[in-house]
């Protein structure tokens, strides 16, 4: 369950992180909702459906948009029984050591549009997103994936999906393999949600044996990848979809949603989550032109928020980091010695104190400073980890041991002491060494690359180009270069950043399985690295001692392999217009869940 990702996460951001204090949102969720809430954002791909973006900014539309999942996170991100969705669950192991958790919902529960949302809806979401004609639409899903019975599904070859089973209108049950089992996370694979089966699939039924559906699955796929993902009619969660235009998305508060986990509803009558320029987000924050800006790290914003009596924050470690990522699959960057050596080559304080301000710090592994996994090894991370300081001799030293030891002719050694900008690194083919890199434009964290990386390469005999591109485009580049025949493709880096979610499962991105698919986007493919994950991920949920210990092992081989420099972990930062009150974020719970609580003055 990587991207709740879940990719959830995965959430790829480039932007920085912000810090404040808000008052205390009150609330009972009734009462009528009032008043429009307005968000600036980057610009977003407009996908409303899971499956077909991993944007971070997508994917807050969507969190409000669905909801009513069987299992539900706390702020502090501890997995609870949705007790507004189910009214028992009993779990069950057979002699073959399945685990079958079945639901029996509570009743009154409807869609936006007013009709009843029954177990018919959550047992036709795990089976038409684990179709095989969904993932001929161009769904990337990877949910019910450790359900009995999945991979035959997935793939076509049954029609039953034995692990998912219809029991009568709000129960249902589901089976996770053995073979899955035990796992840290377990009940995340026990969480699942509704999709509106007679909306999406009116032709559609579920099968007498409650496991399969019946009728033109494929043509369903095709509708909804086409049109619903787009524009969603009915939904589950808080708010309801009413348009997506010049860059503009307005939601309406959902008469009928029931309420969160705790029940608690929609303060504010309308959200709004509009595109703005980076460069000037605060300022319209505090000139009251937008009501919210969230995951500010730009130093200089920062303060400049802080000094503003229109304007508030709310601040918490971050769950993630920036950081350059590279292609481990293509190009130079396919040896970790050169990935190694760039890394050594940009001095990453810089980042610190010309964008952070101060409100970060360099981290070497793949956490965030927030993990409790981090705070209980923190000791051991910091001595156990190399730390990639700027350091051209230790560069040179690893870029010697690889093929790019040559001068234009590819027979004469490359000269340190001749370093200067065109003097190139090439190899016994005379091929220049040359990196390739795309960042995002009105980003001053690729700004800064462009500048400051060079400083060092051009000391090391590294060519450099570096493009901007919008943040679409290097999303599909990063998620999808590896689809581009090697002579049309171009880049080996890129700035951006990662959130986690609550479930840290780093096997759904760097684990060969899913090599040759947007999931391990940077194509790393690593035994130890494969196997420390799944050690990880294999341990029973209350063994935290020996999962923190495999996680230290699991950082050390990564911090080797490099398939990633971490530029820095911070604090986030959400600047809000002092007008808002409620707003109370946190490194797992984001602005689109604490929108619940949320009010704005009129």
């Given at each position: 369950m990587?991207?709740?990702?879940?990719l959830?996460?995965?959430?790829?951001?480039?932007?920085?992180?912000?810090?404040a204090?808000s008052?205390?949102?009150?609330?009972?969720?009734?009462?009528e909702?009032k008043?429009?809430?307005?968000?600036?954002?980057?610009?977003?791909?407009?996908?409303f459906?899971?499956?077909?973006?991993n944007?971070?900014?997508?994917?807050?539309?969507r969190?409000?948009?669905w909801?009513l999942?069987?299992y539900?996170?706390?702020?502090?991100?501890e997995?609870?029984l949705?007790?507004?969705?189910?009214?028992s669950v009993?779990?069950?192991?057979?002699?073959?050591?399945?685990?079958?958790?079945t639901?029996?919902?509570?009743?009154?529960?409807?869609?936006?549009?007013?009709?009843?949302?029954?177990?018919k809806?959550?047992?036709?979401?795990?089976?038409?997103?684990?179709?095989p004609?969904?993932?001929?639409?161009?769904?990337?899903s990877?949910?019910?994936?450790?359900?009995?019975?999945?991979?035959?599904?997935?793939?076509?070859?049954t029609?039953?999906?034995?692990g998912v089973?219809?029991?009568?209108?709000l129960?249902?049950?589901?089976?996770?393999g053995?073979?899955?089992l035990?796992?840290?996370?377990?009940?995340?694979?026990?969480?699942?949600?509704p999709?509106?089966?007679?909306?999406w699939g009116?032709?559609?039924?579920?099968?007498?044996?409650?496991s399969s559906?019946?009728?033109?699955?494929?043509?369903?796929?095709?509708?909804?990848?086409?049109?619903e993902?787009?524009?969603?009619t009915?939904?589950?969660?808080?708010?309801?979809?009413?348009?997506?235009?010049?860059?503009i998305?307005?939601?309406a508060?959902?008469?009928?949603y029931?309420?969160?986990?705790?029940?608690?509803?929609?303060?504010?009558?309308?959200?709004?989550?509009?595109?703005?320029?980076?460069?000037?987000d605060?300022?319209?924050?505090?000139?009251g032109?937008?009501?919210?800006?969230?995951?500010?790290v730009?130093?200089?914003?920062?303060?400049?928020?802080?000094?503003?009596?229109?304007?508030?924050?709310?601040?918490?470690?971050?769950?993630g980091?920036?950081?350059?990522?590279?292609?481990?699959?293509?190009g130079?960057?396919?040896d970790?010695?050169?990935?190694?050596?760039?890394?050594?080559?940009?001095?990453?304080?810089?980042?610190?104190v010309n964008i952070?301000?101060g409100?970060?710090?360099?981290?070497?592994?793949?956490?965030?400073?927030s993990?409790w996994?981090?705070?209980?090894?923190?000791?051991?991370?910091?001595?156990?980890?190399?730390n990639?300081?700027?350091?051209?001799?230790k560069a040179?030293?690893?870029?010697?041991?690889?093929?790019?030891?040559?001068e234009?002719d590819?027979?004469?050694?490359?000269d340190?002491t001749?370093?200067a900008?065109?003097?190139?690194?090439?190899?016994a083919?005379?091929?220049v060494?040359?990196?390739n890199?795309?960042?995002?434009t009105g980003?001053q964290?690729?700004?800064?690359?462009?500048?400051?990386?060079?400083?060092g390469?051009?000391?090391?005999g590294?060519?450099?180009?570096?493009?901007?591109?919008?943040?679409?485009?290097?999303l599909d580049?990063?998620?999808?270069?590896y689809?581009?025949d090697?002579?049309?493709?171009k880049?080996?880096?890129?700035?951006l950043a990662?959130g986690?979610t609550?479930?840290?499962?780093?096997?759904?991105s760097y684990?060969?399985?899913?090599?040759?698919?947007w999931?391990?986007?940077?194509?790393t493919?690593?035994s130890?690295?494969?196997?420390l994950?799944?050690?990880?991920?294999?341990?029973?949920?209350?063994?935290?001692?020996?999962?923190?210990?495999?996680?230290l092992?699991?950082?050390?081989?990564?911090?080797?392999?490099?398939?990633?420099?971490?530029?820095?972990s911070?604090?986030?930062?959400?600047?809000?217009?002092a007008?808002?009150?409620g707003?109370n974020?946190?490194?797992?719970?984001?602005?689109?869940?604490?929108?619940?609580?949320?009010?704005?003055?009129?």
């Amino acid at each position: 369950m990587k991207r709740i990702l879940i990719l959830l996460a995965m959430v790829l951001l480039t932007v920085s992180t912000l810090t404040a204090c808000s008052t205390t949102g009150g609330s009972t969720g009734s009462g009528e909702a009032k008043g429009t809430f307005i968000v600036g954002t980057p610009k977003l791909n407009g996908d409303f459906v899971t499956g077909f973006s991993n944007s971070s900014y997508d994917n807050s539309v969507r969190t409000m948009l669905w909801g009513l999942s069987t299992y539900s996170t706390t702020p502090g991100g501890e997995f609870v029984l949705d007790e507004t969705v189910v009214e028992s669950v009993e779990t069950s192991l057979d002699d073959a050591g399945n685990k079958t958790y079945t639901f029996k919902l509570n009743s009154g529960m409807k869609w936006s549009d007013g009709s009843d949302i029954t177990a018919k809806d959550y047992v036709f979401d795990i089976l038409f997103a684990a179709s095989p004609e969904w993932l001929e639409a161009g769904n990337t899903s990877t949910q019910g994936d450790s359900l009995l019975g999945y991979a035959a599904y997935h793939a076509g070859e049954t029609e039953v999906f034995e692990g998912v089973k219809l029991l009568g209108d709000l129960e249902f049950s589901v089976t996770i393999g053995a073979e899955f089992l035990p796992y840290f996370y377990e009940v995340a694979y026990a969480a699942f949600g509704p999709s509106p089966m007679a909306v999406w699939g009116p032709e559609l039924t579920i099968g007498e044996d409650g496991s399969s559906l019946v009728g033109d699955v494929a043509a369903v796929a095709d509708h909804v990848a086409t049109t619903e993902r787009f524009a969603p009619t009915v939904v589950s969660g808080p708010f309801m979809f009413v348009s997506n235009e010049n860059d503009i998305v307005t939601l309406a508060v959902n008469p009928n949603y029931p309420g969160d986990y705790r029940g608690e509803k929609a303060k504010v009558a309308e959200v709004i989550v509009k595109y703005v320029d980076p460069t000037t987000d605060v300022d319209l924050v505090i000139a009251g032109d937008i009501d919210l800006v969230a995951g500010v790290v730009e130093g200089a914003k920062i303060e400049k928020a802080k000094a503003s009596d229109q304007a508030d924050v709310v601040s918490y470690k971050r769950n993630g980091y920036g950081m350059i990522a590279f292609a481990n699959d293509f190009g130079p960057t396919a040896d970790n010695k050169v990935r190694q050596a760039l890394a050594y080559l940009i001095d990453r304080n810089t980042f610190l104190v010309n964008i952070l301000g101060g409100y970060g710090t360099t981290v070497n592994g793949e956490y965030g400073l927030s993990q409790w996994m981090y705070n209980v090894q923190a000791e051991k991370v910091e001595s156990s980890l190399i730390n990639y300081t700027f350091n051209v001799d230790k560069a040179n030293e690893l870029l010697d041991q690889t093929e790019w030891k040559f001068e234009a002719d590819g027979v004469t050694p490359w000269d340190a002491t001749k370093a200067a900008d065109g003097y190139w690194r090439y190899n016994a083919n005379k091929e220049v060494l040359q990196i390739n890199h795309l960042g995002t434009t009105g980003n001053q964290i690729t700004d800064l690359v462009g500048t400051e990386w060079p400083k060092g390469l051009n000391r090391a005999g590294v060519k450099f180009t570096i493009e901007w591109q919008d943040f679409n485009a290097l999303l599909d580049n990063y998620y999808y270069g590896y689809e581009l025949d090697p002579a049309e493709r171009k880049y080996h880096s890129f700035n951006l950043a990662t959130g986690f979610t609550e479930v840290y499962d780093p096997y759904y991105s760097y684990h060969s399985d899913f090599l040759g698919t947007w999931q391990n986007a940077t194509q790393t493919n690593d035994s130890l690295l494969d196997f420390l994950m799944e050690k990880m991920r294999g341990l029973d949920p209350e063994d935290k001692e020996t999962y923190a210990e495999y996680w230290l092992e699991y950082q050390i081989r990564w911090n080797e392999l490099l398939p990633v420099l971490p530029i820095y972990s911070n604090e986030y930062f959400d600047i809000f217009n002092a007008r808002v009150s409620g707003l109370n974020t946190t490194p797992t719970y984001g602005w689109a869940r604490a929108v619940l609580d949320v009010t704005v003055a009129e």
